[in-house]
Antibody, heavy 117, light 108 residues
Framework: QVQLQESGPGLVKPSETLSLTCAVSDDSITTYYWNWVRQPPGKGLEWIGSIYYTGNTKYNPSLGSRVTMSIDTSRREFSLRLSSVTAADTAVYYC???????????WGQGTLVTVSS | EIVLTQSPGTLSLSPGERATLSCRASQSISRTYLGWYQQKPGQAPRLLIYHTFNRATGIPDRFSGSGSGTDFTLTINRLEPEDFAVYYCQQYVFSPYSFGQGTKLEMK
């Protein structure tokens, strides 16, 4: 069973860049697609994007060009960068695994990121 | 973008009863690429059902999924106290992968 762990700053200032990393517990970094999902406090889930070990990415157009995902298979981790953040980006950010065209099997515990000065 | 609309917003039932949760898509979801998740307060979502019908590993058989096209259903038979949570549907056939807004299943 894959285990995922998010890490990164819990507080980001407006207009700055949010950066998070998700550590993968085993060599499945080259097996699955890797996703980021966020959940504003008290609200529903929003898919941010996904990345494969080849570097291929898909992003949610609602976030425009603010999103960048990357992957480092040697370190068994993948990352999210979200630029020009505002208070609307305050959320719990989850990383999750999926196979191609499939549901999200495994999830990290989530990390709360607050955007505030 | 496919919009998923879940109903009802809140469902109040008692343990032992059956819950029927609906998820309607704004356009047809081919190949039944729809999943259901359960989320309890302070926890990450947990996959219950994938590809409309299939229970994820370790999910009790009182959970079942059905549907096709634009209308999908999650049924929970004989509700247990631990089943009271928020449930989300998700389509993963078209990017951006989208979630419904959730149905809160609360204990009456």
């Amino acid at each position: 069973q894959v285990q995922l762990q998010e890490s990164g700053p819990g507080l980001v200032k407006p207009s700055e860049t949010l950066s998070l990393t998700c550590a993968v517990s085993d060599d499945s970094i080259t097996t699955y697609y890797w996703n980021w999902v966020r959940q504003p406090p008290g609200k529903g889930l929003e898919w941010i994007g996904s990345i494969y070990y080849t570097g291929n990415t898909k992003y949610n157009p609602s976030l425009g060009s603010r999103v960048t995902m990357s992957i480092d298979t040697s370190r068994r981790e993948f990352s999210l960068r979200l630029s020009s953040v505002t208070a609307a980006d305050t959320a719990v950010y989850y990383c999750a695994s999926s196979h191609y065209d499939s549901s999200f099997d495994y999830w990290g515990q989530g990390t709360l990121v607050t955007v505030s000065s | 973008e496919i919009v998923l609309t879940q109903s009802p917003g809140t469902l109040s039932l008692s343990p032992g009863e059956r819950a029927t949760l609906s998820c309607r898509a704004s356009q047809s979801i081919s190949r039944t690429y729809l999943g259901w998740y359960q989320q309890k307060p302070g926890q990450a979502p947990r996959l219950l059902i994938y590809h409309t019908f299939n229970r994820a590993t370790g999910i009790p058989d009182r959970f079942s999924g059905s549907g096709s096209g634009t209308d999908f259903t999650l049924t929970i038979n004989r509700l247990e106290p631990e089943d009271f949570a928020v449930y989300y549907c998700q389509q993963y056939v078209f990017s951006p992968y989208s979630f419904g807004q959730g149905t809160k299943l609360e204990m009456k």
